[in-house]
């Protein structure tokens, strides 16, 4: 009889432990006010800076027909401008990135767009200058290294992982080695695969609890 009444209430009590509530092994509503459910993930803004060069690039030609004689409603007359380049970041660490622009008379550019790529793959999309604006690069005479500078605004436009949906924006501080020498050998020292040192500051609004992808 005792083995018996054992046995039985063994059994009673693996009855009991898998006879929680539905309600409770969901965790919709536990009792203690804890919630499984995964929060959702908060924005935050913060101050943003990023130091790095890119390099101008012959793989590949953005289409700027757009902006040239073809509208003439927009006769900017652009040429394809493609950059590659790495640095560092805030909330970025170490990253690569791509720049593509239109460029066009007088130093002028527009319709920037580049990607700021995080060493875990997640992206950060930008456009230099912001949508609609043309920017302008400004000839320097008396720098021993560079020829050219501009400080133009830029627009963060979404991302991928923690940076999807962010938001924000800033200013550039940006100086191009374009000719070796100065503009005394130009043309005959021009740079194809030219430098351009940059410093973007301002603010970036993301989502530093969403999953990278």
Not at 66 to 79: C, Q
Not at 116 to 144: H, K, M, R, T
Not at 185 to 212: C, I, K, R, W
Request: charged share 15%.
């Amino acid at each position: 009889m005792n083995r018996l009444h054992l046995f039985m209430t063994a059994l009673t009590s693996l009855f009991l432990l898998f006879s929680c509530s539905e309600e409770q092994i969901q965790g919709t509503e536990p009792t203690d006010g804890f919630s499984l459910k995964m929060a959702t993930p908060k924005a935050i803004t913060v101050p943003f800076k990023a130091t790095f060069f890119t390099l101008r690039d012959y793989s590949f030609t953005p289409d700027c027909s757009a902006y040239g004689s073809t509208n003439p409603d927009e006769d900017f007359g652009a040429a394809g401008n493609y950059q590659v380049g790495e640095g560092e970041g805030t909330h970025l660490g170490k990253f690569t990135t791509t720049i593509s622009f239109c460029g066009g008379p007088n130093f002028q550019y527009k319709a920037g767009e580049g990607v700021f790529i995080a060493a875990n793959g997640d992206e950060l999309y930008f456009n230099i200058p912001p949508s609609g604006v043309i920017g302008q690069i400004y000839q320097i005479f008396d720098d021993p290294y560079y020829e050219l500078w501009f400080g133009d605004a830029f627009e963060f436009t979404g991302g991928t992982g923690r940076f999807e949906g962010a938001t924000g924006s800033g200013t550039t501080d940006s100086y191009v080695n374009l000719i070796e020498g100065g503009w005394a050998n130009f043309p005959d020292g021009f740079l194809p695969e030219h430098q351009t040192d940059h410093v973007f500051t301002g603010t970036l609004t993301f989502y530093p609890g969403s999953a990278s992808k």
